[in-house]
């Protein structure tokens, strides 16, 4: 049984960072694309960022590009958001998922394609 677990959320104030775990466990990790989702109150889930099988390819929302970096370790079965200069409109209830597809950029950020998700890590950035 594949397993998320997401960490690391908490209140930072706004132009801080903050850094993202997601565990994974029933799945051969390193045959998964990765990639992370939010959910502000109110709002859509939306895709923020994307990771290839290996961690070569990754991908964006343009509302976090140069501020927020996606990273993986195979070995230790974990990926992670690093989040940088972070705005009050960062604040929300992030989402690991997992998805065995092969990379294809016009995918990665479709919600659908995901067959796996955590159970979310709140994110609260205050101005």
């Known amino acids: 049984q594949v397993q998320l677990v997401e960490s690391g959320g908490g209140l930072v104030q706004a132009g801080g960072s903050r850094r993202l775990s997601c565990a994974a466990s029933?799945?051969?990790?390193?045959?998964?694309?990765v990639a992370w989702f939010r959910q502000a109150p109110g709002k859509e889930r939306e895709f923020v960022a994307a990771?290839?099988?290996?961690?070569?390819?990754?991908y964006y929302a343009d509302s976090v590009e140069g501020r927020f970096t996606i990273s993986r370790d195979n070995a230790r079965n974990t990926a992670y958001l690093q989040m940088s200069s972070l705005k009050p409109e960062d604040t929300a209830v992030y989402y690991c998922?997992?998805?065995?597809?092969?990379?294809?950029?016009?995918?990665?950020?479709?919600?659908?394609?995901?067959?796996?998700w955590g159970q979310g890590t709140q994110v609260t950035v205050s101005s």
């Open positions: 990771a290839s099988q290996t961690g070569m390819n990754r």
């Open positions: 029933g799945l051969t990790f390193g045959f998964y694309i």
């Open positions: 998922g997992a998805d065995r597809s092969s990379w294809d950029v016009n995918r990665v950020g479709r919600e659908n394609e995901y067959d796996s």
